[in-house]
Nanobody, 120 residues
């Protein structure tokens, strides 16, 4: 079994910061790309940021310069540092990982989500 568990969400004022964390556990051989997605109320889930195992990153245009994704391969964790938050960043944030269970089996796994609310 593989589990991804997010933490760090909450309520923050516009311009504030939050740090989201996601820890993967279970039968894991290796984790390739890890990502953060978000889904605002009434909208489709969208990709926020990705990071490869080697550390290459990619961001949605709307978050460039404000959000930073990083990972620790030894701990199977990924974080999202969120600065200069805006009300439009309000959403449920989901962690995602492409995980090899063994040399032949891999799958895409999701966390349960953590709520981020940016409001004064």
């Amino acid at each position: 079994q593989v589990q991804l568990v997010e933490s760090g969400g909450g309520l923050v004022q516009p311009g504030g910061s939050l740090r989201l964390s996601c820890a993967a556990s279970g039968s894991i051989l290796r984790i390739n790309t890890m990502s953060w997605y978000r889904q605002a109320a009434g909208k489709q889930r969208e990709l926020v940021a990705t990071i490869t195992r080697g550390g290459a990153t990619n961001y949605a245009e709307s978050v460039k310069g404000r959000l930073t994704i990083s990972r620790d391969n030894a701990k199977n964790t990924v974080t999202l540092q969120m600065n200069s938050l805006k009300p439009e960043d309000t959403a449920i944030y989901y962690c995602n990982g492409e995980i090899f269970i063994d040399s032949f089996r891999r799958g895409t796994f999701w966390g349960q989500g953590t709520q981020v609310t940016v409001s004064s």
